[in-house]
């Protein structure tokens, strides 16, 4: 394993959405940002104390404030808006379908405190679905960034450098900030972090680093070379990347903070499925819903961190040994 990274600090990647709409705002005049009454727990209070002026307080009302944000842009305005995922994906679905996406306006939505890592706010905060609905969405474009410092340069590509709807997934809590502020973001290239030849594991978002973690112990433990690919755009997906790894590990396992269905693991499934059918084995939800309790506990109780990835590993080298394709379960 050959990381591209150095671990500094913990920090939320609430606070790198927060500087990266800042400094687009500072390089592209028409940036205008939306409030729900939320405005510094999802990271806009920088934007809102710089730019007072461009920034538009609209109250608890999520569903106006998508087509607002459609209205904005329509004027010549990239508006972004943020506020909780569970409300930006789920409660305003009709009005980022219809308004924004079925227009293909540059607008760009925050989705805060994703994961259940949101903790003490339980099921009804935690959002563990909205990947499955807005990257099923035509002219969308799905990030998910893994830090705070990748979280700012996401940002600032997805306002100055993307066009079309772009959804940022982001949370709440302190995570490991590890990204090399040079390390250049391209949405829709994935970032190989460690190089490995027996097992592919893909991660997106606080996963990511959990992974760089189980790839680490089983090679220390069992001498599993795993490679670690970061796939911060989950649309679109860097399929050729993908499928260029899982030929050379010959089995995956994916690691998502999001339901197991719909996500990132049902992403990469589909694209094996097609070009190269192989052993995937997926962390995530198991289909439930989460509860309250502190980020670590919840993560640590339904398998969202490294020990999962490393439980994910042993059963995918087991399938690839022995050739089965279908999970055991």
Not at 260 to 286: I, K, N, Q, W
Request: proline content about 6%; some cysteine; overall charge negative.
């Amino acid at each position: 394993m050959k990381p591209a990274f150095t671990f500094r600090d913990m920090r939320p990647t609430r606070a790198g959405f927060g500087e990266g709409v800042l400094e687009a705002a500072r390089m592209e005049p028409r940036v205008v940002g939306l409030g729900l009454d939320i405005t510094a727990s999802v990271g806009m209070n920088l934007f809102a104390g710089e730019c007072p002026d461009r920034f538009f307080s609209l109250g608890i009302a999520e569903q106006n404030a998508m087509a607002v944000a459609a209205g904005l842009a329509l004027c010549d305005k990239i508006p972004v808006l943020s506020t909780y995922a569970v409300f930006s994906a789920f409660r305003s679905a009709d009005q980022l379908r219809i308004s924004v996406c079925y227009n293909n306006l540059h607008v760009i939505v925050g989705g805060a405190h994703a994961g259940i890592s949101v903790g003490p706010d339980g099921a009804t905060h935690q959002a563990l679905e909205d990947l499955a609905i807005v990257r099923t969405l035509p002219n969308m474009t799905v990030l998910s960034p893994c830090d705070a410092t990748q979280a700012r340069l996401a940002t600032l590509a997805a306002i100055v450098d993307l066009s079309g709807p772009v959804y940022i997934r982001y949370g709440r809590e302190a995570v490991p900030d590890f990204t090399s502020p040079d390390l250049p973001f391209i949405p829709g290239q994935a970032q190989l972090l460690a190089s490995g030849k027996d097992v592919l594991i893909v991660a997106t978002g606080h996963m990511v680093w959990e992974a760089i973690q189980a790839a680490r112990q089983v090679f220390e433990e069992q001498g599993i070379h795993a490679a670690v690919l970061n796939m911060h755009t989950l649309k679109p997906i860097d399929k050729d990347t993908l499928i260029v790894l899982a030929r050379e590990c010959g089995t995956v396992v994916t690691a998502e903070e999001h339901q197991v269905t719909g996500g990132l693991g049902s992403a990469v499934a589909e694209v094996l499925a097609t070009h190269c059918p192989l052993p995937v084995e997926r962390v995530g939800m198991p289909d439930i819903f989460g509860e309250s309790g502190p980020p670590e506990q919840l993560m640590q109780k339904y398998g969202l961190d490294s020990q999962g990835i490393v439980h994910a590993i042993h059963r995918a080298m087991a399938r690839k040994t022995s050739g089965a394709i279908l999970a055991s379960y």
